[in-house]
């Protein structure tokens, strides 16, 4: 692959629409069922009230360079965002993935056993109509990878077996970080939902990378304390943790199912709903 054909694949990234219902539909639907009912209607909007659409832009090119260098075609590829002319997004999104390189390469956390993998139809498994599912990474960990990565990151402890790997982009630290995947519906939902399609096999967590948009990235501050990229392992869950959340995605279908507006949520102090604003949404003040 040359550069050209790499700022292709990014530009493709940055115009691809979402497909699917994953956790992000049931939380949307959860919000507003009137919002998700109207997405199927008339397709995908962007909602800037939550979210700074520049960030999330450069989430997306950090995620399609995570697999190609994990799919084994930006190994090799000698690339400087100063080479190209491109949008922000994409330096952005180079820059970290440039800095991530230099220092993990693409065995660091196990070796690949499926990139961006889609499982469609596995709904029946939590009682809902339709989930569809895509992990950024599935990894087989070893004992040597397990020490590997402990000599490096104390606090991270990856039993031997598969891991799911997730990437997160930020632009700063947070310090709830940590409990929040520890709780994360959809983090627990994919390891449960990995472990019964692979039966045969030993899902033993999710592990959250989350790669911070420092200006000068580095990987540990001066406490030692790891710093630019952050690793988060969030261990598969119990039958009881599985139950629960077999329950709220059954109970966000039923919400979503309603079709009512949340009347709280057409208007918040980031914006407007874009439905809303587009004279799409009925709903009337």
Known sequence: MNTDQLIQKLN?????????????????????????????????????????????????????????????????????????????????????????????????????????????????????????????????????????????????????????????????????AKEKYENSVQFAAYCATLQSLLPDEDIRGLLAVRVINHKEPTLFDKYNEPHSVQPFAVRAPDVQRIEEVRSWLQWAEKEIATGEPRLHNCVTYTGICPFLQQGLCDRRF
Not at 148 to 157: G, L, M, V
């Open 12 to 176: 493709d990234a940055l115009n691809s629409e979402s497909s699917g219902r994953g956790i992000s539909y049931y939380t949307k639907g959860v919000i507003c069922p009137k919002f998700v009912q109207l997405g199927q209607k008339y397709g995908d909007v962007q909602d800037t009230r939550d979210t700074d659409t520049s960030k999330l832009d450069i989430g997306l090119i950090f995620h399609k360079l995570q697999e190609l260098y994990h799919g084994d075609e930006l190994s090799a590829l000698t690339i400087e965002d100063r080479d190209v002319s491109v949008s922000p997004a994409i330096q952005a999104g180079l820059k970290l993935f440039l800095f991530y390189r230099a220092h993990f390469d693409s065995n660091f956390w196990g070796v690949p056993y499926a990139v961006e993998q889609a499982y469609k139809d596995v709904g029946s498994m939590w009682g809902v109509k339709e989930f569809t599912f895509r992990p950024d990474l599935v990894v087989r960990v070893t004992i040597e990878d397990s020490v590997r990565i402990s000599a490096r990151y104390p606090h991270i402890i990856m039993d031997p077996g598969l891991w799911i790997i997730d990437w997160k982009t930020a632009s700063a630290k947070d310090v709830r």
